[in-house]
């Protein structure tokens, strides 16, 4: 199996596309790919996913320990013939500026896989050496795979940028890719239009394949990639009834971790998933509920229009289920969400908040949590990491629920960033990873399994 690190020289540098390309023009050839994402998104990995037939699966060096990636990157790249890890912003850049946690050169050298460095050329020429000789330098303990220029003008800029790259010659220069404004994906305010709502198709595949083929030396890039060795992934199952657990999964809700999804069926739960968009009631004899992220405010019409499912999923919360929501899944939970036309619509009205959407982004970044009291995740002290990222805001303290996090940023306390329980339901902005504490998914299963018990 060869695996390979696609970083850019900065967030813009046209990684996605990139990624995507390859993968497209390697599974055109017959080949077994298997997708990662470096850090914490839910969107490019849906994307993967759609190209190599195969659900992609997200690493990070700040949320996970290196063991968890590690075993991460084994269990779902065995088997495969080629893995593409996606990185996330530029190579070198994470968490901290002067640390390299929660980076793609972390991941990296983690891994022990090169790195296909992706730089927007546009308008360079001597100066890619430059840039290219920096990258090299910064980190010695990095092996590189080669690197690709992207957005190239002509077939005459595309000789001057290989011109200079005869200045680094620690670097293989593995060509350029033209520009074509056409090939790029739709976005809006949180990033990618997502996979679930349509966007890459076996058309497009087809001309991310063409276009990368044209301009990058496939070939080259494919023998120079080492073969890896993987450990044998350890798995264990939790003894116990199984408990179903329903998953909000549509257009509006679809920001999950595959790895949360996976410990959770480890630690005992059936999971059935569900429309709130399309189904009429929560599906039958369950225990808890999982409502992820996503995009409700652009759905936001069409969910307050499906009351069924809306009293469904209140009546749930009231005679004791679990339910366990994250960000747009909060934002369900409330009385009501305020669009940004200033439209409102009436939510689930299972915790007394309301929330109203901004023209401009409310918070973005890593969270360490820690459990004020006992939850359905797991008792008071539990420690967990996730990520914040929002342009909705509360419009005034919830009533009759507790504040159950204390959480940390990088620039330290972060006093907004709450999570709210009520009974059996917990919900906050933060997006948790399963990963970060092992104990998590079995504690929310077993909270399911003892309601289920006693109701």
Not at 78 to 90: H, K, P, Q, R, Y
Not at 159 to 185: C, N, Q, T, Y
Request: aromatic residues 8%.
């Amino acid at each position: 199996m060869k695996a390979l690190l696609v970083g850019g020289t900065q967030s813009g540098a046209g990684k996605t596309t990139v990624t995507l390309a390859l993968m497209a023009a390697c599974r055109r050839r017959g080949m077994r790919v298997q997708g990662f994402k470096v850090g914490p998104d839910f969107i490019d990995p849906g994307h993967h996913a759609l190209v190599t037939g195969r659900p992609s699966h997200n690493l990070d060096g700040w949320m996970l320990p290196p063991q968890e990636n590690r075993a991460i990157f084994a269990r779902h790249a065995a088997g495969c013939d080629l893995a593409v890890i996606e990185g996330v912003m530029g190579l070198y850049d994470g968490f901290d500026p002067v640390e390299e946690a929660g980076s793609s050169a972390q991941m990296a050298k983690l891994l022990g896989v090169p790195v296909l460095l992706c730089v927007g050329a546009r308008a360079m020429a001597r100066s890619l050496a430059a840039l290219a000789r920096g990258f090299v330098e910064f980190d010695p303990g990095l092996t590189w795979a080669g690197l690709l220029a992207n957005r190239v003008g002509s077939a005459a800029h595309l000789e001057i940028l290989r011109r200079a790259m005869s200045l680094v010659p620690g670097l293989a220069f593995l060509g350029g890719l033209k520009r074509e404004p056409g090939l790029a994906l739709p976005e809006r305010h949180l990033g990618l239009v997502t996979a679930e709502e349509g966007g890459l198709g076996p058309e497009r595949w087809e001309m991310l394949a063409d276009w990368l083929e044209q301009g990058l030396d496939l070939e080259a890039l494919l023998a120079g990639l080492p073969e890896l060795e993987l450990p044998p992934p350890e798995e264990a199952l939790a003894a116990g009834e199984r408990v179903r657990l329903g998953v909000a999964r549509d257009r509006a809700f679809c920001f999950y971790y595959q790895e949360n999804l996976r410990r959770l069926e480890q630690a005992g739960a059936e999971l059935v998933f569900f429309s709130p968009l399309a189904d009429g009631a929560l599906p039958p004899g369950l225990s808890g509920v999982y409502l992820g992220g996503g995009y409700p405010e652009l759905f936001a019409a069409e969910l307050a229009g499906n009351q069924a499912m809306r009293a469904s999923l209140a009546d749930f919360a009231r005679r004791g289920g679990v339910v366990y929501a994250e960000c747009g899944g909060m934002m369900y939970l409330g009385r009501a969400l305020e669009d940004q036309q200033g439209r409102r619509h009436e939510m689930c009205g299972v915790l007394e908040m309301e929330t109203r959407m901004l023209p401009r982004l409310k918070a973005l970044g890593y969270r360490e949590v820690r459990f004020r009291t006992d939850t359905p995740l797991g008792p008071a002290g539990t420690v967990a990491r996730g990520h914040e990222f929002h342009y909705s805001e509360l419009v005034a303290p919830p009533e009759g629920v507790a504040q159950v996090y204390d959480a940390r940023g990088r620039r330290g306390a972060e006093p907004d960033c709450r999570g709210f329980g009520a009974g059996e339901v917990l919900a906050s902005y933060v997006h948790l990873h399963f990963g970060s504490n092992p104990g998590l998914a079995p504690a929310l299963v077993e909270r399911c399994r003892s309601v289920k018990e006693t109701t």
